[in-house]
């Protein structure tokens, strides 16, 4: 019984680290230009096949190099790739509607986002099947009693804690992150008072998209099956878990995504016949603070403006 | 300019669309139809261009409106007599017409309210589960179904509603994405429901005796169970555009746009946000209703697959392609994201993508639609301007 649900402890944190990157990245993009990205989930996914396709590509090529070095060129690259199609997006779906009506930029991101699922789709060999991710971290990994710690899971917490502070020193401490909070304060005075906001902008979706990348590639590595349309409920569910942590918060995102993550996974365990609709359960917690706390856990309080 | 010849050229332009319309689906050939699509989008382009062709056109619209929209509807009668030989364009047609309420019924939150709503093909398909099980599990018949399910939809518009009246913009949108997974997945997973097999077996409605899945013989021609059922939902569309069009232009419809302007300054002049947001649920959900239940009578068979996400993007592809807060558009845009996607079978797989991509080059090149809407006109209560 304990083991179980260390089992769904574990499995709901790896859950969560994905959750809590995609979420980083929406509420990175919402406080910089007060968007939200619709295809941020389709970055996920763009990333988990560019990061197969060059592990693929690597591995036929240069058999016997150390896996570590692999993964970690694979993962840059993946990071790379898709940090420039977040800039491109936001150049081509984003910057043209910046002062029109709120329903316009949900639209066409939504729809770069289909767009991006179906190329991969139809361009991708046998792109409408599901793929295997390479299998290349060895298995294996700590036994603690009867329990497990796989060496995938450990190198993706790892992984991710490492990011967490990478983050939060970016933001605290670097120019950039402090150019970046003060857009997010006040886009005007902002450029008045000399940053050049498009490249700020440009460098925020850079690094919101790449975030997405890691957790995509994290997926292929944990599940090792990922498939094109895996991307939409990705970025629901890391939209969700940004506006559960509250919109603009980096560190509510993560709270947000890690309960999003306890609350799918523990409902599908506990709940029977929860699996089928452990959806469901996500939803109506995103519902419930929707209605009850519309500005999330570390949200400021939304007040109108005239 | 005289009215005569305002009215000529009313009725020539709409002629000419009847008959691209028809030579469009009578084609079959992909590449007389992709010509055919070009030609009509050629014209499409020298009319915004002229602009002295879209003032008369326009004109005759405003000064011959009455005739020119019962020609138009004598028109869509008598559209389906090119095609006896062809059921299948006739129950493509059908569908266009039902996914045509539906998006009228969306343009009550997208356009006049200004709401975001993902959730209106959920509706549909809620609609069309309460039809199909009251007619398949108790033997009600087709009316009774369809009242039963105005009923539920609305109720299901009420509950979508309530979560917006503290949401607005991106929150809101979140709220009726999350509606729309839930209901997708409750249904998919429940028993009762026929769970990922559907519902199969729904009865065709029945009028006066005739069902509507046999044919008919009139004076030697046999006309098709499938075409009294075109006649059926375009009686229900016509119902259902003159509903919609009295309440855009009544002091409802005049308080929904007060809304989706500034929401705050409404506030200020003493609407109460409440009633007239969730009305605007409630009309678009009992339309989206009807139309499943159209779809369900019309198909015989109901999954989930037709309430799934990529429905309710379609319904909002609609409204943004053919103009929101206009109901003209928005039929236009419903009928021409059902019928030429039918015709470009043979790119199936890229149909999605060209959706997507129309969307886009629509929002930056034309974000009012296809057929805009007019500046709201102000009547006195005796009807002068």
Redo the contacts between chains.
């Keep these: 019984m304990f083991l179980t649900f260390l089992l769904q402890l574990k499995n709901s944190i790896m859950l969560g680290c994905q959750y809590s990157l995609i979420a980083i990245g929406f509420t990175l993009f919402f406080g910089i230009l007060n968007v939200v990205v619709f295809c941020h989930g389709d970055f996920y996914i763009f990333a988990t096949f560019a990061g197969a396709t060059f592990l693929l590509i690597f591995l036929n090529l240069l058999p016997g190099i150390v896996s570590v070095i692999l993964i970690a060129v694979a993962l840059f690259i993946a990071m790379v790739l898709t940090g420039f199609l977040g800039v491109v997006v936001e150049k081509v779906t984003i910057k043209p509607f910046r002062k029109s009506n709120p329903i316009i930029p949900i639209l066409s991101t939504l729809s770069a986002g289909t767009i991006i699922e179906q190329l991969l789709k139809i361009f991708y060999p046998a792109g409408s099947n599901p793929q295997i991710f390479p299998n290349i971290i060895p298995a294996g990994g700590i036994n603690i009693g009867e329990f497990l710690f796989g060496t995938n899971e450990i190198v993706i917490l790892l992984f991710t804690i490492v990011i967490f502070i990478f983050m939060y020193f970016l933001i605290k401490k670097t120019k950039i992150g402090s150019n970046i909070v003060a857009i997010s304060q006040d886009f005007e005075a902002a450029s008045m008072v000399g940053i050049n906001v498009d490249r700020y902008v440009s460098i925020t979706f850079f690094i919101g998209a790449s975030l997405a990348a890691i957790a995509g590639f994290m997926n292929g590595i944990y599940y090792t099956v990922f498939r094109y349309d895996m991307g939409a409920m990705a970025g629901i569910k890391g939209f969700s878990a940004s506006v559960v942590g509250g919109l603009g918060s980096v560190f509510g995102a993560v709270i947000g995504g890690f309960l999003m993550a306890f609350v799918e996974t523990f409902a599908a365990a506990y709940i029977p016949g929860g699996s089928a609709i452990r959806d469901v359960f996500s939803f109506v917690v995103v519902l419930l603070f929707l209605i009850f706390r519309p500005s999330g856990i570390l949200g400021e309080k939304i007040i109108d403006k005239v | 300019m005289k009215k005569g010849k305002l009215l000529l050229i009313g009725v020539f332009f709409e002629l000419l669309l009847l008959a691209l319309i028809v030579i469009f689906l009578k084609i079959d050939n992909f590449l007389q139809s992709i010509l055919i699509f070009a030609v009509a989008v050629g014209i499409w382009f020298l009319l915004a261009r002229k602009t002295r062709m879209v003032e008369n056109l326009g004109m005759a619209m405003e000064e011959k409106r009455k005739e020119l929209l019962l020609i138009a509807l004598l028109m869509v009668i008598i559209l389906p007599f090119f095609f006896l030989n062809n059921i299948y364009i006739i129950h493509i047609l059908i569908l266009a017409l039902i996914y045509a309420i539906a998006a009228v019924g969306l343009d009550f939150q997208?356009g006049s309210t200004?709401m975001?709503n993902f959730a209106q093909g959920t509706m549909l398909g809620i609609g069309a589960y309460t039809s199909a099980l009251l007619c398949t599990t108790f033997g009600v018949s087709f009316w009774i179904g369809l009242v039963g399910a105005i009923i539920v939809s609305g109720i299901f518009g009420v509950i979508l509603g309530?979560?917006t009246l503290?949401?607005k913009?991106?929150?809101l949108?979140?709220?009726t994405?999350?509606?729309a997974?839930?209901g997708y997945?409750?249904i998919l997973?429940m028993k009762w429901t026929g769970g990922p097999d559907g519902i199969a077996g729904i009865p065709k409605p029945k009028l006066f005796g005739f069902s509507l899945s046999r044919s008919i013989d009139i004076g030697g021609i046999s006309i098709p169970g499938k075409m009294l059922y075109f006649y059926l939902v375009l009686l229900a569309l016509v119902l259902l555009i003159i509903v919609a069009s009295r309440l855009k232009n009544s002091w409802l419809g005049l308080t929904w746009n007060a809304v989706r302007d500034d929401?705050?300054?409404a506030k200020c002049y003493g609407i109460r946000l409440m009633p007239y947001k969730l009305l605007s649920f409630v009309f678009g959900s009992v339309f989206a209703g009807i139309a499943g239940v159209l779809y369900a009578h019309l198909v015989g068979f109901i999954s989930t697959e037709s309430m799934a996400?990529s429905v309710d993007?379609l319904l909002?592809a609609m409204v943004?392609l053919g103009g929101m807060d206009n109901i003209a558009g928005v039929i236009v845009g419903a009928i021409l994201l059902v019928i030429i996607p039918e015709k470009f079978r043979s790119i199936q797989?890229?149909r999605?993508?060209l959706?997507?991509?129309t969307?886009?080059l629509m929002?930056?090149f034309r974000?009012q639609g296809l057929i805009p809407k007019k500046v709201r006109v102000y009547r006195n209560i005796s009807g002068n301007r």
């Design positions: 997208m200004g975001v309530l979560p503290k949401t913009e991106y929150h949108s979140l709220v994405i999350a509606f997974y839930v997945l409750l997973n929401e705050i300054s996400f993007l909002v943004i797989d890229f999605i993508l959706y997507a991509v969307l886009i929002l930056v974000p």
